[in-house]
C-alpha cells in the first residue's frame, strides 16, 4: 500500500456536503473513503458529476444515520444519500462471489477492509480511495503510477475480471479515449478471449459505453481499440466492415477510418 498527500479540487459546495458525509460515518466508529473514477477524474483536473463512497459500514447503519436515503442497490449494499447539490451513492465494503451472467455477482459478501474492497473493482486507475479529512490518497493497486503512465490495467488478472463482467472490455475502451491512455498490453490481450462473454451484455448498455465514447475528444482511440479486439464486429458490424474499403479519389481514408475520424471532429454535445 502506498499514501500519497493531495488535496484535489472538489467544488468548495460539493467538498462541503463530502465532508459531512465522512464526519458522519468516522464519528460513529465507521471508515468512509471517495473511491472510483470520481477520484481518477480529481487527480486529472477533469470535471466530476458523480461521487461515490466505500465505507465499512453496513447500508442498514447508513439509512439510520442520515435524513433522506434511497436504498438504491441494497443486495450489492448500496445506499444513495440526497443532500443539497448531489445524491451520493455509499457502498460496503464487499466482496463478490462467481459472475454465471458475465455482468453481476451471484453473491455478495460484505467485508471489512478497504483493501478487499479495492481488490475486486475493474482498473487500478479506479481503485484509488481518497481521504477527505486527511487529504491522503490510499493506492493498493498501483493506480498512481497508471495513471501517470497514462495506463488502463485491470486490477489483478484481465481474464478474470472481464470474464466477471463483460462490459469491463468495452469501458477500457472509453476510458482510453477519454482519457488518452494507453490499454495495457496483458489487457488488451484478454479482451479477444472473453468476447462470448462480452456478447452477453444488453444492447442498452453497449450503446451507453459508445454514447459516452462519442463525448471524448477523440473517439477516434476508443473505436481503434473496439476494431483490434474485436469487440467491433459485436456492436457495429457495419462500421468494422469499412475497413480497408477504399474510397474514390477525393477521400483520403477508407470507410472505417473516414468515420471515426469524422466522430472526432463533430460536435460533442449530444452526440446521438
Same mark, same amino acid.
Given at each position: 500500500?502506498?499514501?500519497?498527500?493531495? &488535496?484535489? /479540487?472538489? =467544488?468548495?459546495? !460539493?467538498? #462541503?456536503?463530502? @465532508?459531512?458525509?465522512?464526519? %458522519?460515518?468516522?464519528?460513529? +466508529?465507521?471508515?468512509?473513503?471517495?473511491?472510483?473514477?470520481?477520484?481518477?477524474?480529481?487527480?486529472?483536473?477533469?470535471?466530476?458529476?458523480?461521487?461515490?463512497?466505500? &465505507?465499512? /459500514?453496513? =447500508?442498514?447503519? !447508513?439509512? #439510520?444515520?442520515? @435524513?433522506?436515503?434511497?436504498? %438504491?442497490?441494497?443486495?450489492? +449494499?448500496?445506499?444513495?444519500?440526497?443532500?443539497?447539490?448531489?445524491?451520493?451513492?455509499?457502498?460496503?465494503?464487499?466482496?463478490?462471489?462467481?459472475?454465471?451472467?458475465?455482468?453481476?455477482?451471484?453473491?455478495?459478501?460484505?467485508? #471489512?477492509?478497504? @483493501?478487499?474492497?479495492?481488490?475486486?473493482?475493474?482498473?487500478?486507475?479506479?481503485?484509488?480511495?481518497?481521504?477527505?479529512?486527511?487529504?491522503?490518497?490510499?493506492?493498493?493497486?498501483?493506480?498512481?503510477?497508471?495513471?501517470?503512465?497514462?495506463?488502463?490495467?485491470?486490477?489483478?488478472?484481465?481474464?478474470?475480471?472481464?470474464?466477471?463482467?463483460?462490459?469491463?472490455?468495452?469501458?477500457?475502451?472509453?476510458?482510453?479515449?477519454?482519457?488518452?491512455?494507453?490499454?495495457?498490453?496483458?489487457?488488451?490481450?484478454?479482451?479477444?478471449?472473453?468476447?462470448?462473454?462480452?456478447?452477453?451484455?444488453?444492447?442498452?448498455?453497449?450503446?451507453?459505453?459508445?454514447?459516452?465514447?462519442?463525448?471524448?475528444?477523440?473517439?477516434?482511440?476508443?473505436?481503434?481499440?473496439?476494431?483490434?479486439?474485436?469487440?467491433?464486429?459485436?456492436?457495429?458490424?457495419?462500421?468494422?466492415?469499412?475497413?480497408?474499403?477504399?474510397?474514390?479519389?477525393?477521400?483520403?481514408?477508407?470507410?472505417?477510418?473516414?468515420?471515426?475520424?469524422?466522430?472526432?471532429?463533430?460536435?460533442?454535445?449530444?452526440?446521438?
Amino acid at each position: 500500500m502506498k499514501t500519497y498527500t493531495v &488535496t484535489l /479540487a472538489i =467544488p468548495p459546495r !460539493v467538498a #462541503k456536503e463530502i @465532508k459531512a458525509i465522512c464526519t %458522519t460515518l468516522t464519528s460513529n +466508529g465507521h471508515e468512509c473513503y471517495l473511491i472510483g473514477g470520481s477520484v481518477r477524474d480529481l487527480i486529472l483536473g477533469i470535471p466530476v458529476y458523480d461521487y461515490d463512497f466505500a &465505507t465499512n /459500514a453496513h =447500508p442498514e447503519d !447508513v439509512m #439510520k444515520l442520515f @435524513k433522506k436515503v434511497v436504498p %438504491t442497490g441494497i443486495k450489492h +449494499g448500496t445506499v444513495t444519500v440526497l443532500m443539497h447539490y448531489a445524491q451520493y451513492e455509499i457502498t460496503t465494503y464487499r466482496a463478490d462471489g462467481k459472475y454465471t451472467d458475465g455482468r453481476h455477482p451471484d453473491t455478495v459478501v460484505f467485508s #471489512k477492509t478497504l @483493501k478487499e474492497d479495492v481488490e475486486r473493482r475493474d482498473f487500478t486507475i479506479n481503485g484509488l480511495a481518497y481521504d477527505i479529512n486527511t487529504s491522503k490518497i490510499i493506492d493498493y493497486v498501483g493506480g498512481m503510477d497508471d495513471i501517470e503512465k497514462k495506463i488502463i490495467r485491470t486490477i489483478g488478472d484481465p481474464l478474470q475480471r472481464f470474464s466477471e463482467d463483460g462490459l469491463r472490455p468495452f469501458r477500457a475502451c472509453r476510458l482510453a479515449a477519454k482519457l488518452h491512455f494507453s490499454i495495457h498490453k496483458k489487457t488488451l490481450e484478454a479482451i479477444p478471449q472473453v468476447l462470448e462473454i462480452a456478447k452477453k451484455i444488453s444492447v442498452e448498455r453497449v450503446r451507453d459505453e459508445i454514447k459516452k465514447m462519442l463525448e471524448a475528444d477523440k473517439p477516434s482511440e476508443g473505436f481503434e481499440y473496439l476494431r483490434v479486439t474485436g469487440l467491433l464486429d459485436l456492436c457495429m458490424p457495419e462500421l468494422s466492415q469499412g475497413f480497408g474499403m477504399e474510397q474514390n479519389k477525393y477521400h483520403m481514408y477508407d470507410i472505417y477510418y473516414h468515420s471515426i475520424y469524422s466522430c472526432d471532429a463533430a460536435p460533442k454535445e449530444k452526440p446521438l
